[in-house]
């Protein structure tokens, strides 16, 4: 990509309730080297944010978890992430209850808005390795069309030079959400503007 690997350039911390749990948490998340990418700390248990992870039953909500640890509600925090650029960063989660094994994200607004701005706040800075190295940033691609189906929902991607999203989604028996779509306007994400 020609761009470097990035991290937060301060500890950022917010407390809240889980939408599913009702339970209290405080989120640190932390600078980090380059090539450790983004995980999630419970309890000193390392759960890597990464697809290996996803918990396949987790209902309304996308579940990780390792060795018996899970973290809950975690779309809106990485999505926050991605979308500003966070490449390495440690998500130390700690739970109202010291003995809890399960934790979950505090839903703060709903949306990704408040990590977005807390990540702002906090500024990006290169992440060095630690040979304090810079490291490339890795760019996903895909280079034939794949979907994915499951009961009622589907996720498709297809080959581009540019990246375009298109997502919808419609909640029935939530009139206040109903049916929604959102359509993106082509975009790079990781060219050098």
């Not at 996720?155 to 419609?170: Q, R």
């Amino acid at each position: 990509t020609g761009l470097l690997q990035k991290t937060i350039g301060k500890c950022i911390e917010k407390s809240g309730i889980g939408l599913h749990s009702g339970k209290l948490t405080t989120v640190k998340i932390w600078p980090e080297v380059a090539r450790k990418g983004r995980y999630f700390d419970v309890s000193s248990n390392t759960i890597q944010a990464s697809i290996d992870f996803v918990q396949q039953e987790s209902p309304l909500c996308t579940t990780l978890s390792k060795d018996g640890f899970a973290v809950r509600t975690v779309e809106h925090l990485l999505s926050a992430l991605e979308a500003s650029g966070v490449d390495n960063c440690r998500i130390e989660i700690t739970p109202s209850d010291p003995h809890e094994r399960t934790v979950e994200v505090p839903i703060l607004d709903g949306s990704a808005r408040e990590w977005v701005e807390a990540i702002e706040h906090a500024g990006l800075e290169d992440a060095t390795d630690e040979n304090g190295d810079s490291c490339e940033k890795m760019a996903p691609f895909v280079e034939e069309p794949v979907h994915v189906r499951r009961n009622d929902s589907f996720v498709a991607a297809f080959p581009s030079t540019e990246i375009h999203f298109t997502c919808g989604i419609n909640f029935r028996k939530v009139p206040a959400i109903g049916c929604q779509w959102f359509f993106s306007h082509p975009f790079n994400r990781w060219s050098k503007c």
